[in-house]
């Protein structure tokens, strides 16, 4: 491990941690247009921050919607090429009564950093311009080739990213691509995630009546369409959390015998788990599966809101024409996307409450993946984690969906290192999100180490 450059971090963090304060500044929140100008700019601080890194042919590439930040350094011959993937788009903060400060406003507390952002992407996707520096400044030279591909739509569905890389397999041709956008298991863990759940997201609308109208003259006739929907969604899962569409589970892959041993010895505690990750009362799903089996394994059924109606100050007593829900699916390995939609629209159509008429909406798709843990550059990023750290890396999956991993194996044939430092308790698209200081500065660290010895023999090869 260079402790060189490890001690360039020790000595620049005080620059490092104002550095990316500028950048958790810039509240450039995808899904909401009146941030268009901050997305520019957000967009315009990672071009700049990936020059002053030392960064070649970065360019600021316009699409669709959000721009793509893209970078590169390619001067060293017969080693292999890392293509470096983050995004610098955030959700919105809302609701802004529950931040302690404010989302926009980087505040230190306790040794964690507040921020909107500051774990899902920007701290994490920060920490591998940084990495860069390190290295040239300490060695004036890189360990290996680097590609920096860094999106604005991740959480709006990343289609525009989505497209280029397809478009673009040569300019973006790669040993292996590296994301930092999960977590340690638990402080002070290094972990790697070598599966990913993926996921539908869709919309259902529901009509009733032509207009709103009055339910004291219509109430009791006329068909109500949030009541209808409301119907509608309670029948997509039972009272057990089973998903209720035929064929949601048929071609579900279990997880190996071996990778279920090595989760149960994970430091999890179901307990600690509901009360400081959830704070419900009780835990909730299928019966029969472990809790780390649930979120990692196993299909789920969301729905994230429901609009309709009246639902301002005092009374209003009308029966709504026009409903809406927002309803997402997560998948598993083997799982066909096309095959689930088309059975969750037929599920849809089926049971579509009588003077109902409901539209189901796709805006977005994605299949599961899953990691070859055996891949030389897995096995050189655990190793790389462990110095850095000092224990062992452990191997798990995530109940989350990161798309890109999916086009990267598609269209360049590559596999992803997901080597993320967040905290399970980081609170990513709620209020008082937060990223740990120390895992930002051993982050770069460990990033810059990975590069170091990925770049050496046979590794290479």
């Known amino acids: 491990m260079s402790q060189a450059t490890n001690t360039f971090v020790e000595q620049n963090q005080e620059r490092l941690l104002e550095e ?42 316009p699409t669709a919607k959000h721009p793509l930040v893209y970078g590169d350094w390619l001067h060293a011959p017969g080693k292999p090429t890392v293509l470096c993937y983050g995004h610098y788009d955030v959700q919105p903060p809302d609701p802004l009564h529950e931040w302690i400060s404010p989302p926009f406003e980087p505040t230190l507390r306790g040794g964690n950093l507040y921020a909107r952002g500051s774990a899902d992407d920007k701290g994490q996707m920060y920490m591998h311009i940084k990495a860069v520096e390190a290295l040239r400044a300490v060695n004036g030279t890189l360990p290996v080739n680097l590609k920096f591909l860094i ?10 990213v989505a497209k280029y890389v397809a478009e673009n397999p040569a300019k973006l041709k790669a040993d292996v691509a590296l994301v930092s956008d999960t977590e340690l298991f638990a402080e002070g863990l290094p972990t790697l995630c070598v599966g990913l759940r993926g996921l539908i997201y869709t919309e259902i609308e529901a009509r009733g009546p032509s207009r709103d109208l009055h339910s004291g003259m219509y109430g009791g006739a006329a068909p109500n369409a949030v009541y209808g929907l409301v119907e509608l969604l309670s029948k997509l899962k039972d009272e057990n959390g089973v998903i209720q569409i035929p064929g949601m589970y048929d071609d579900v ?16 505690d179901e307990k600690e788990f509901l009360d400081r990750e959830v704070g419900s009362t009780r835990l909730t799903g299928e019966p029969g599966y472990p809790v780390l089996e649930r979120v990692w394994a196993r299909p789920t059924l969301e729905v994230h809101g429901i609009a309709g109606g009246f639902t301002g100050a005092g009374a209003k007593t009308v029966i709504p024409a026009r409903a809406t829900a927002k309803v997402s699916m997560r998948m598993v390995p083997d799982q066909d996307p096309e095959k689930i939609i088309a059975a969750y629209k037929k599920f849809v159509q089926d049971h579509t409450p009588a003077g109902i008429e409901t539209e189901v909406r796709i805006l977005s798709a994605g299949r599961a993946i899953s990691v070859n843990p055996n891949h030389p550059a897995i096995h050189v990023a655990a190793e790389s984690f462990r110095d850095v750290m000092g224990k062992d890396t452990v191997f798990i999956r995530s109940g989350g969906s990161i798309p890109i991993v999916g086009d990267f194996a598609k269209y360049l044939g590559i596999p992803t290192i997901l080597m993320g430092f967040g905290l399970p308790d980081d609170g990513l698209h709620s209020p008082n999100e937060k990223y740990k200081l120390a895992n930002y500065y051993s982050g770069i660290m460990t990033i810059a180490h990975f590069f170091e010895q990925y770049g050496k023999a046979p590794y290479g090869q």
């Open 20 to 61: 990316l304060k500028q950048f958790l500044r810039i509240p450039s929140v995808s899904t909401l247009p009146e941030h268009a100008g901050d997305i520019r700019r957000a967009a315009q601080f990672v071009a700049d921050s990936l020059k002053g890194a030392g960064l070649e042919n970065v360019e600021i590439i």
């Open 253 to 268: 892959a279990p997880p190996d015998p071996a990778e279920k041993e090595s989760w149960s010895a994970l430091p999890f």
């Open 151 to 160: 999106e604005g739509e991740e959480e709006v569905g990343g289609e525009s």
